[in-house]
């Protein structure tokens, strides 16, 4: 079964209010999820009500993204907003329950914009190591 699928273009300047209005019309929300595009990252907000998934698009720079959180009107996306600032570096302006850059341990600060991964990554240490 395929499940039917809408893209919508928002900006973030309107993200909330639409998000609000998923909410009102019993959508949940399924996931946030940031994709790297050349010097850009795309967000996408899923919801879904009945196997009816609708999705919020926009664009930001892949340097000094902005967008306003939605955890105000779902609980869990703390958890996504987190992740998008700790892993891609966009800022989330009022996040519930902001991590401050702690909610992932990484080898390096937003490694998802990173060109290149870091010269070496130390192995982990092993029991009786010193």
Not at 9 to 14: D, I, L, S
Not at 39 to 53: A, H, I
Not at 80 to 86: G, K, L, P, Q, T
Request: contains cysteine.
């Amino acid at each position: 079964m395929i499940e039917e699928q809408t893209i919508i273009a928002v900006m973030p300047e309107t993200l909330v209010a639409e998000t609000r209005k998923m909410r009102d019309q019993g959508y949940r929300l399924v996931q946030i999820c940031v994709t790297r595009l050349g010097e850009e990252l795309q967000l996408d907000y899923t919801f879904d009500l009945n196997r009816k998934f609708v999705n919020f698009r926009f664009l930001q720079p892949k340097i000094g993204a902005r967008v306003p959180s939605v955890s105000g009107i779902y609980w869990c996306a703390f958890t996504y907003e987190n992740e998008i600032s700790d892993l891609f570096g966009v800022q989330v302006d009022g996040n519930a329950l902001d991590f401050k850059g702690t909610f992932y341990k990484t080898a390096m600060k937003h490694p998802f914009i990173q060109d290149a991964a870091p010269a070496s990554v130390p192995a982990p240490a092993k029991p009786g190591d010193k």
